[in-house]
């Protein structure tokens, strides 16, 4: 069993930046993909950006050039570097831990506030 401990949401101005983290514990697992999702209000989940065993990283469109993931995989924790923040990042940010032989693992989700 992976469990999920997210943090670093609040509040910033736009233009501002945040950092958000996300640590998985538990038994002995092997972690294949690690990334954040978010849901805005009245809106569907969607992705942000993730990063695969081997390093690889994908973005939506909307945060290429902002937003950076990296991963500590001694300590199982990702990362989700977020600047030049604009009020449309406004969302509930969820981590996603994808660990061989199992499904995903959701995080309980940040609040991240941008305020123009």
């Known amino acids: 069993q992976v469990q999920l401990v997210e943090s670093g949401g609040g509040q910033v101005q736009a233009g501002g930046s945040l950092r958000l983290s996300c640590a998985a514990s538990?038994?002995?697992?092997?972690?294949?993909?690690m990334g954040w999702y978010r849901q805005a209000p009245g809106k569907r989940r969607e992705l942000v950006a993730t990063?695969?065993?081997?390093?690889?990283?994908n973005y939506a469109d909307s945060v290429k050039g902002r937003f950076t993931v990296s991963r500590d995989s001694a300590k199982n924790t990702v990362y989700l570097q977020m600047n030049s923040l604009k009020p449309e990042d406004t969302a509930v940010y969820y981590c996603?831990?994808?660990?061989?032989?199992?499904?995903?693992?959701w995080g309980q989700g940040t609040q991240v506030t941008v305020s123009s």
């Open positions: 996603l831990v994808i660990v061989t032989g199992a499904s995903g693992v």
């Open positions: 538990g038994s002995a697992f092997s972690i294949n993909l």
């Open positions: 990063i695969i065993s081997g390093g690889a990283t």
